[in-house]
C-alpha cells in the first residue's frame, strides 16, 4: 500500500475533496464534486509528484439517489490504482464535465455512460449514442428503467422472444450413453 499516495492527495487535494482520501490494500479512493472534477483530474494527470497518465476506465453508476461517474486512473508514480467519483450527480439531470481534455479516448468510454445512464459530460464533442439505436429513450442502467416485459411504458413493447422464460423441455433417455437428452424439435 503506497501510503505515501495518500499523504501526496491530501497535499495536493485537500479542499477539493468532498471525504478523506479512502486506501484499502492497493486501491486508492477519492470522492470529489462534479464541478471540481477539471481540476482534480488535470492536477492528479500533470503534477509531477502524481503523473496519472492512463484513465483505464470510466463509469456511471446510480445509487438509487445520486448519480456518479467513477474513473479509474494509473500512475508510474504509485502501485496503487486511483478510483476517482465525482458524487452527487442530479438523477433528473446527471451531468459531468468531459475529462477529453486530459485523455481523448474518453470520449468513447463517456458516450458509453451517457447511452447507459443518461449521464451528459459537458465538453465531450461526440456525445451520442453508442450501443442502443439513436431514437432509443431509454437508459437502460438506470435503476429507475423498466425491464421490457412491462409492455405498458418499455421501448421494447413487450417480451421480445430471447426474453421469454421458457418452461424446460421433456428430457428423453439415451439408452446407448445413459445420457438423458432434450429432444430435438
Known sequence: MDRSLK???????????????????????????????????????????LRFEILADLAGVDTGEVMQVVY????????????????GLSREDPRAPSATFLWTGAEWLERE?????????????????????????SFPLRKDFLLPDDAARSPGAGVRHVERS???????????????????S
Not at 479509474?72 to 458524487?87: F, Y
Open 166 to 184: 421458457q418452461a424446460p423441455a421433456t428430457v428423453a433417455d439415451d439408452p446407448s450413453a445413459g445420457i438423458r437428452r432434450a429432444p430435438v
Open 113 to 137: 455512460a451517457y447511452d447507459m445512464f443518461g449521464i451528459i459530460f459537458e465538453g465531450n464533442r461526440d456525445l451520442r449514442r453508442i450501443f442502443m439505436p439513436a431514437d432509443y429513450t
Open 7 to 49: 499523504t501526496r492527495l491530501d497535499a495536493r487535494l485537500g479542499a477539493l475533496l468532498r471525504e478523506p482520501v479512502y486506501q484499502r490494500n492497493d486501491e486508492t479512493e477519492i470522492r470529489v464534486d462534479p464541478g471540481n472534477v477539471p481540476e482534480v483530474l488535470t492536477i492528479l494527470h500533470d503534477a509531477v509528484d
Open 72 to 87: 479509474h486512473l494509473w500512475s508510474p508514480k504509485s502501485s496503487d490504482w486511483l478510483r476517482v467519483i465525482a458524487d
